[in-house]
């Protein structure tokens, strides 16, 4: 996981965020279609608002919605997120819409 994660960051600060952007979806997407919900957690927990593009926040809100339910790290995810990307100047309501 930790790999995967560390080849996300990689491509979308090299600006190859569709490519990051795949290997987030896959990456969760496998986790949470195997039950690995404490996996999933620690990604949302690890990841730094900060550091990563508006589209893989959005990204990793939208693979984890249908989960949202059963990840604890999810709520507090949402709410950094949103704070970020207030604090870059975005419409958060336009890109959070639906999300939380």
Known sequence: MGDALDRVRELDGGGETDRALDLLFDTVDDLLLAGRFGE???ILRSADAGEWSATLLVGLLTVTLPARG???ERAPFVERTRAELAGRGRDTKA???GLE
Do not use: P
């Open 40 to 42: 999933c957690d620690a």
């Open 70 to 72: 059963r990840l604890a």
């Open 95 to 97: 890109l959070l819409d």
